[in-house]
C-alpha cells in the first residue's frame, strides 16, 4: 500500500458505477471524504472528453468538479492545472480501413466519437442503448465504412453480442499488430487503438507535467482497458467483477463487486479507517 495520497482516479463502468447506474453511497462517500482531505479526484474511462462527461458529476451528486479526466482509453488528458487537453497516438485514415477490412469477415457494427457526437456504420440495440445511457447523438453511415475514416481519430468500436465473445476476441488478437492493438473495453465491446495507447500513459504524462509522483496516485479498473491504469498507479486495485487479465496487474482486488460498492468498501477498510478518516 502507498504511504500517501495525492490522487484517486477510477474507470466508471463496472468500476465506479454499474452501466448507466447511479454511484454506489459508500463509493461516493468515500470518495467526497477524500477529497475534503485535499485529494484529487478523476475519471479514467474509454469515453471521449466532453462536456457531458464533466457533467456527470451532477448525475452522481458529487458536490466538487473534476479535478483530472483520462479519455478515450489513455489518448486524452486533462486536468485543472493546465488549461488544453492533450492528445496522443491517433490511428491515420488509412490504418483505420485496413482494421475496418481485416475485421469484416464478422460483420460488426463499427462506430467512432467525433466531437461531441458519434458516428455508427447502424443502429442496432447495443449502439441504441449506449446513445440512450449517455445521452449522445449519433450519426449514422448507412453501412459507409469511408464515413469513419475521413480524419486521425482516437480508436474504432466494435459491438457484438455475449455469444460471440470468444470468436470477436480471438479474431481481434490475430489481426492485431504493432500498428494497432484489439483491446477489451466492456463486455461486448472490443475497440481497436495504436499499441502505445492505454490510460496508464495518461497516468505518467499527468504525473509528469504536475510534479506529482506516481507512488501517491491509487487506481481503480476492471476491464482489460485498465491494465495500464492500475499498473502505473503507485497502487492499482481491481473490482472483484474485473477481467483476469486486469486482477493480475493490479496490487490488489476488492473483496465485493461494483454493484456491491465494492470501490467504496475497499477504500473505507484500506485508506479511510487506518488513517482516521472514518
Not at 156 to 179: G, T, W, Y
Not at 247 to 266: H, I, L, Q
Amino acid at each position: 500500500m502507498i504511504t500517501q495520497l495525492r490522487v484517486l482516479l477510477a474507470d466508471i463502468d463496472g468500476t465506479l458505477v454499474e452501466k448507466g447506474e447511479a454511484m454506489m453511497p459508500r463509493t461516493r462517500n468515500a470518495i467526497i471524504r477524500l477529497h475534503e482531505e485535499g485529494v484529487l479526484f478523476g475519471l479514467a474511462t474509454g469515453r471521449k472528453i466532453t462536456q457531458k462527461m464533466f457533467e456527470r458529476r451532477y448525475t452522481w451528486d458529487l458536490p466538487f468538479d473534476f479535478d483530472v479526466m483520462i479519455g478515450m482509453n489513455g489518448g486524452q488528458l486533462w486536468d485543472k492545472f493546465h488549461k488544453e487537453t492533450e492528445e496522443y497516438h491517433l490511428l491515420t485514415p488509412d490504418t483505420m480501413r485496413e482494421i475496418l477490412e481485416v475485421m469484416s469477415p464478422l460483420h460488426l457494427n463499427c462506430s467512432i466519437y467525433e466531437e461531441d457526437h458519434m458516428v455508427s456504420l447502424y443502429m442496432d440495440e447495443m449502439m441504441h442503448s449506449s446513445m440512450k445511457r449517455n445521452g449522445i447523438k449519433v450519426i449514422l453511415t448507412n453501412g459507409d465504412t469511408e464515413r469513419l475514416c475521413i480524419r486521425p481519430n482516437f480508436n474504432l468500436i466494435f459491438r457484438f453480442e455475449p455469444e460471440q465473445q470468444e470468436k470477436v476476441l480471438a479474431h481481434a488478437r490475430k489481426v492485431s499488430n504493432d500498428r494497432y492493438i484489439g483491446v477489451v473495453t466492456s463486455p461486448g465491446i472490443v475497440e481497436f487503438m495504436d499499441p502505445r495507447i492505454n490510460k496508464g500513459l495518461a497516468v505518467r504524462k499527468f504525473s509528469e507535467r504536475n510534479n506529482i509522483p506516481l507512488d501517491t496516485i491509487m487506481a481503480f479498473g476492471d476491464q482489460d482497458n485498465d491494465c495500464g491504469l492500475v499498473r502505473e498507479a503507485g497502487w492499482g486495485v481491481c473490482l472483484l467483477n474485473g477481467s483476469d487479465l486486469t486482477k493480475s496487474a493490479a496490487d490488489a482486488v476488492t473483496e465485493y463487486p461494483c454493484d456491491e460498492d465494492g470501490m467504496g468498501r475497499y477504500l473505507e477498510e484500506y485508506w479511510l479507517k487506518p488513517h482516521g478518516l472514518l
